[in-house]
Each structure stands twice: as C-alpha cells, then as structure tokens.
C-alpha cells in the first residue's frame, strides 16, 4: 500500500479530568499540503527460558513530533492552538481594528489532531483516518517574500509535539 495523498487536517481543544477524555471547538487547521511524523518508541523487553525469546513486551510509545504544513492559518485555528490572547481592538486613522497579539499571555494547549491520509493498493484507493489524539504546537517561525512576476506559493509550516 502507497500513499497518495494527504487532506483534511483538523484540530481540537483537548481536555482531561480523571480518565475522561474529551475535545472541543473542532475545526479545520487549514488546507493539507504535507505531513511528516516522527514516533520513538522504546526497546522491546525480552524474557528469556530455555536459551530462548519466551515472551515479549513490545517497545511502548515514547515520544513524538509532527511537521503539518498547510496553505495557511484562519485566526480561528491560530486563537484555539497557539492560546491565542482574545482580539483587542486599535485605533488605526478613523477605523479600529482587531489586533491578534502573540505577547506574554500565550499559551499552547493541548489539542487533538485528525488528517485523512489516501492509500492506493492494487489499484484501489482507499482513506484511512490519522489521529494524534494529544499534540501541543510550538509558535511557528514566518516567512513571507513579495511578489514578483510569478507568483512563489508560500505555506505554514507547524511543528509539534506528541505525547
């Protein structure tokens, strides 16, 4: 089976209280463009009788991290994974304006994360859902350059960590 695609990233404020899981405000994080996951997983404990490999404790998760890249953040998205201050209003000429501020109030929660990732097999093409089900972001670093006389497309790169 091959992958052939990547779409539909979508993120959530994730929330715990005791064993309960649950998430909120789900929308999309933006439009797919590349995903790249990085999972460590710890060594397999082996139990050895009779010179041998008797039973076996397949290595658990470890750690993780995520590269999602998309077209871009909706300030929806960047509010609900960034922690995002709410929007305070400036005076700019006669109009106010909304400004995002990325200052000392930020927090990043926690949120869940969901793609669809599209396999082909035999000729067949198939979507499987992709679940990160706790992942926090780290603010991104931005790159923008202007115009010419053709157009240079310019992505978001996010990082993040999964636990």
């Given at each position: 089976?091959?992958?052939?695609?990547?779409?539909?990233?979508?993120?959530?404020?994730?929330?715990?209280?005791?064993?309960?899981?649950?998430?909120?405000?789900?929308?999309?994080l933006?439009?797919?463009?590349?995903?790249?996951?990085?999972?460590?997983?710890?060594?397999?404990?082996?139990?050895?009788?009779?010179?041998?490999?008797?039973?076996?404790?397949?290595?658990?998760?470890?750690?993780?991290?995520?590269?999602?890249?998309v077209?871009g953040?909706?300030?929806?998205?960047?509010?609900?994974?960034?922690?995002?201050?709410?929007?305070?209003?400036?005076?700019?000429?006669?109009?106010?304006?909304?400004?995002?501020?990325?200052?000392?109030?930020?927090?990043?929660?926690?949120?869940?994360y969901?793609?669809?990732?599209?396999?082909?097999h035999?000729?067949?093409?198939?979507?499987?859902?992709?679940?990160?089900?706790?992942?926090?972001?780290?603010?991104?670093?931005?790159?923008?350059?202007?115009?010419?006389?053709?157009?240079?497309?310019?992505?978001?790169?996010?990082?993040?960590?999964?636990?």
């Amino acid at each position: 089976m091959v992958t052939t695609g990547f779409s539909k990233p979508y993120v959530a404020k994730y929330a715990n209280e005791g064993s309960t899981v649950t998430y909120s405000e789900g929308m999309p994080l933006g439009r797919g463009v590349n995903l790249n996951l990085e999972v460590e997983a710890a060594d397999d404990n082996n139990f050895y009788a009779d010179n041998v490999i008797a039973e076996t404790e397949s290595g658990k998760f470890v750690r993780g991290s995520a590269t999602i890249t998309v077209d871009g953040l909706s300030n929806d998205a960047a509010t609900l994974i960034f922690g995002l201050p709410e929007p305070e209003s400036v005076q700019v000429s006669e109009a106010p304006v909304e400004m995002q501020g990325y200052g000392e109030a930020l927090n990043p929660p926690y949120v869940g994360y969901g793609c669809v990732r599209r396999t082909q097999h035999n000729g067949k093409v198939e979507f499987w859902p992709v679940i990160l089900p706790k992942i926090k972001f780290a603010v991104p670093s931005e790159e923008m350059a202007t115009q010419e006389e053709n157009i240079e497309w310019q992505t978001q790169e996010l990082s993040a960590s999964i636990e």
